[in-house]
């Protein structure tokens, strides 16, 4: 176990640099193509491809080497600069990089089933595959306030094509878990789209909606969608209320909701069981 938990770490390190270089590919893209329909073409921008070229530094795009692309503890080692440029390299890289790190292998420990144990680690590595690119939505979220499609369709279609599979091969009663899902997602992004319609888009934004797909797919519970709504109104209320109370209101406005909604998720995907369970104890249900 504990050498599973390292190499699940080491994993996560190398992805999260994977999704910062996605992160900053996809922005990339999206200012070449502006420039494009502006007719402004700058070469610098929009020539990236997202899966392919070697990674190089934001700032003088020069060609990184092996040495520069150490998770973490190359940052460290250059102190947080570039060796080419010497321009700042901002702390995203290697928080993402940890955060991915620990995200692989405390899913892995605190998984509630065994992995071995009837297709769990078919589920496993469903939800370690779409946390990468819940990740990069994360990011982009909090840095541009956007959830790009570009993401969230191919992490819809590893969280869906994973469960289906589950549940085809490894559920006894197909039929009631097809609905749970459909159910869990309508709670998970239902809630969200009738938000969206009621205000016309000014309290939440369709990303959000179309990441509920996402969301109740991996939770495929309606209780635990419902959990995770709650948990991530709890956690964006307390990062938001200290910037109300001292009459930053702009903040507030300028704080996406994607990044809590998808950390809630982890939340219930990794303890929703017991946490449902010490909830019903509470109330004695
Ligand atoms: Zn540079």
């Given amino acids: 176990m504990l050498l599973i938990s390292i190499i699940l770490f080491i994993l996560g390190l190398g992805l999260g640099s994977f999704v910062n270089a996605l992160v900053w590919r996809l922005h990339e893209q999206g200012i070449g193509k502006r420039q494009q329909a502006t007719g402004k073409r700058n070469l610098n921008h929009g020539d990236l491809s997202i899966l392919k070229g070697r990674s190089m530094c934001p700032n003088c795009r020069h060609q990184l080497s092996a040495l520069d692309l150490v998770p973490v503890i190359s940052w460290i080692l250059l102190k947080g600069h570039c060796r080419h440029c010497g321009k700042t390299i901002s702390k995203q890289y290697p928080a993402v990089e940890l955060a991915m790190g620990f995200i692989f292998a405390l899913s892995y420990i605190f998984w509630p089933a065994a992995p071995h144990f009837n297709g769990q680690w078919l589920l496993l590595a469903t939800w370690l595959t779409a ?26 279609a590893v969280a869906a094509a994973g469960r289906a599979v589950y549940i085809g091969v490894f559920q006894g009663r197909p039929g009631h878990a097809v609905w749970l899902w459909a159910l869990s997602v309508a709670i998970a992004s239902g809630i969200f789209y009738i938000l969206y319609t009621f205000s016309q888009g000014k309290w939440i934004g369709f990303g959000d909606v179309r990441l509920g797909l996402v969301t109740g797919t991996l939770l495929s519970d309606p209780y635990k969608s419902l959990g995770m709504i709650f948990v991530s109104s709890l956690l964006g209320t307390l990062f938001v209320l200290p910037h109300l109370i001292t009459n930053k209101k702009t903040m507030a406005s300028k704080t996406p909701y994607g990044p809590f909604l998808i950390a809630a998720t982890g939340i219930f995907v990794v303890f929703g069981d017991s946490l449902i369970t010490w909830y019903k104890n509470l109330f004695g249900l």
């Fill in 131 to 156: 946390s990468v690119g819940l990740m990069g939505l994360a990011v982009y979220d909090i840095r541009w306030m956007i959830l790009p499609n570009k993401i969230i369709y191919p992490t819809l």
